[in-house]
C-alpha cells in the first residue's frame, strides 16, 4: 500500500502538470469538466464492482448537492485559476498550509484544544509561506489573483470536510465521489460547451483527459481511498504533504520554472511542518 500511496503522489504531480499545461489553452471550467467526464466511467465501474453504489437517502441530498458544489467545482476552480497565474512549485507549497489551517481553525471554531508545539509548528509553517511568496522575483499582476485563489483553495477545503460531516456515514467514500461528480458535470456542461475552443490539440486533450481524468480523478481517487481505509488518515496525509516536492521538481523539470534558494528553503519549512501538524493531531 505504502508503494501505491507514492505511485499516488506520482499521478498527482503528472496531474498538476498536466493542469498547468491545459489552463493555458482550455477554460478553467471547461477544462474541469472534460476532466471529470474522463473519470466517471472508473468512478461508476468502481461502485458497481465493489457494491458501493448506495441509493442517497433523501434527506442527505441537499447536502450532497452543496458538498458538490463547493468540493468539486469550487474548490478545483480556485486551484485551476491559481495554476493559471501562478508556477505549480508555488501555488502546491501555498495550498501545502492547509493542517495548519485546519488546525487553527478547530482550535478557535470548534474550541479544540491549542497545544503549544503544534501551534509552534503552525508559527513556522507562516513563517516559511512568508519566505515563498515574499522572495518570489519577477513578481506580476496576476500572482496576487493566484494567491488569493490558493488562500480559497484552502478555506473552501476546510468548508467542505465541515459540510461532508453532516451526512451519513453509512456511505461509501467512491458512492459519494460518483454523485459529486455526476452533479458537477451536470452543471458545468452547459457552459463547457459554450466555452470550449472550436479545435483542442491532441496534445491537450490527451493530457487533459487521460492525466487530469483518467489517472488523477479516476484511478487516482480510487488509490486515495483505499490508502486511507488501510493506512489511515494520519499516514494517508502524511504523503500527501509530501506532493510539493514532488510538484516543485516537476515545475522546475518539465515546465521550465525556477525557485530561489529562500524559496526552496521555505518550502520544507512549511511540507515539514506540515508532516508534523498531521502526525501530532492524531496522538
Not at 236 to 248: D, H, R
Request: glycine share 8%.
Amino acid at each position: 500500500m505504502h508503494l501505491l500511496m507514492v505511485v499516488l503522489i506520482m499521478i498527482w504531480t503528472l496531474d498538476a502538470v498536466a493542469i498547468s499545461v491545459g489552463v493555458r489553452n482550455i477554460p478553467e471550467m471547461a477544462l474541469l469538466c472534460m476532466k471529470y467526464l474522463a473519470a466517471l466511467p472508473v468512478i461508476l465501474l468502481a461502485a458497481v464492482s465493489g457494491r458501493h453504489l448506495e441509493k442517497p437517502k433523501k434527506k442527505d441530498l441537499p447536502m450532497i448537492f452543496i458538498s458538490a458544489i463547493v468540493g468539486n467545482i469550487l474548490y478545483f476552480g480556485a486551484e485551476y485559476t491559481a495554476i493559471l497565474h501562478l508556477p505549480i512549485s508555488i501555488s502546491t507549497v501555498v495550498v501545502g498550509i492547509l493542517p495548519a489551517a485546519s488546525y487553527l481553525t478547530d482550535c478557535f471554531i470548534m474550541k479544540k484544544p491549542v497545544r503549544l508545539p503544534i501551534l509552534l509548528a503552525v508559527f513556522v509553517s507562516l513563517i516559511g509561506l512568508g519566505l515563498v511568496v515574499g522572495s518570489r522575483s519577477g513578481t506580476e499582476s496576476g500572482d496576487l489573483i493566484g494567491y488569493i485563489c490558493c488562500f480559497l483553495c484552502v478555506a473552501i477545503y476546510i468548508l467542505y470536510g465541515w459540510l461532508l460531516r453532516f451526512l451519513d456515514t453509512d456511505y461509501h467514500p467512491v458512492s459519494i465521489c460518483l454523485y459529486q461528480m455526476v452533479i458537477a458535470v451536470v452543471l458545468l456542461l452547459p457552459m463547457t460547451v459554450s466555452s470550449l475552443p472550436l479545435s483542442v490539440s491532441t496534445h491537450d486533450f490527451i493530457f487533459c483527459v487521460v492525466i487530469a481524468g483518467i489517472l488523477s480523478s479516476g484511478i487516482g481517487y480510487m488509490i486515495e481511498v483505499r490508502g486511507l481505509i488501510e493506512l489511515g488518515t494520519t499516514i494517508s496525509g502524511v504523503y500527501i504533504n509530501l506532493l510539493p516536492v514532488f510538484t516543485a521538481a516537476a515545475g522546475v523539470l518539465f515546465l521550465n520554472e525556477t525557485m530561489s534558494a529562500l524559496q526552496v528553503f521555505g518550502s520544507l519549512l512549511v511540507i515539514a511542518c506540515s508532516i508534523y501538524i498531521t502526525l501530532q493531531n492524531d496522538v
